[in-house]
């Protein structure tokens, strides 16, 4: 949890092999889930996913840590450690998070934290969770999901599924595209924001300079979170 001793454990776990450093996965295994939720001790899971999750001491460790999925995608930093197992973890565990995802989607979508893991889902899992993902979000209304796209963080997740290519997208303009759900949007500068989105793309247009600050003061919060 020390602000200067965790940059020494994650050069650690970058520059030796795994076999070098057997003491650091036996200190985090006897740790409690407050480490992976801490400022600084979720940077250690984040670099023992992406450097060495394969790995039977590493894999073993998360299977424990993502029993508690739900409370860490919830969390302001442990929800980075599930994006890492997202995006460097097994299988297996990918399909844990997306399941867990799945039992209450909309409300994940709409909080601060969860919101990003759900948009790192959509736009970087597999095909079939990430389809799977976006019919779950789709099966709801249109108004809904134009409710969804009015808050500050079901936007992000809107945004992705304007993102993702084919029926998806067709799909969630159609929902987007309703009367009930362009009078929701033209509502609030959020929804107006992304009726602004050229083609309904989800991709920032000038216009939505907005989006641009918020995007730089998360980059801002991964570059505190992660940097080595």
Do not use: W
């Amino acid at each position: 949890k020390s602000p200067h001793a965790n940059y020494v454990l994650q050069k650690i776990i970058k520059v030796l092999a795994p076999q070098e450093f057997p003491f650091v996965i036996e200190e985090l295994a006897h740790a409690s889930l407050d480490l992976a939720r801490h400022e600084y001790g979720c940077r250690i899971y984040c670099r023992l996913l992406e450097h060495c999750a394969t790995e039977k001491a590493t894999a073993h460790l998360m299977d424990e840590v993502l029993l508690e999925t739900e409370e860490l995608l919830r969390h302001t930093y442990g929800h980075h450690v599930v994006e890492c197992a997202l995006e460097h973890g097994l299988p297996h565990q990918q399909r844990q998070i997306v399941a867990t995802l799945r039992r209450d989607l909309m409300r994940f979508s709409r909080n601060r934290s969860a919101a990003h893991v759900v948009e790192k889902a959509l736009l970087y899992g597999n095909q079939d969770d990430r389809q799977s993902l976006a019919l779950d979000l789709l099966s709801h209304s249109p108004e809904e999901i134009a409710g969804l796209a009015r808050s500050q963080f079901g936007s992000m997740v809107v945004r992705a599924l304007l993102r993702l290519s084919g029926q998806i997208t067709e799909l969630a303009q159609q929902h987007l595209r309703t009367d009930a759900a362009q009078t929701q949007l033209k509502g609030t500068k959020l929804g107006r924001r992304l009726l602004d989105t050229p083609s309904g793309s989800g991709n920032t247009s000038s216009k939505a300079g907005g989006g641009r600050h918020r995007d730089h003061d998360r980059d801002r919060l991964r570059q505190h979170v992660f940097s080595a």
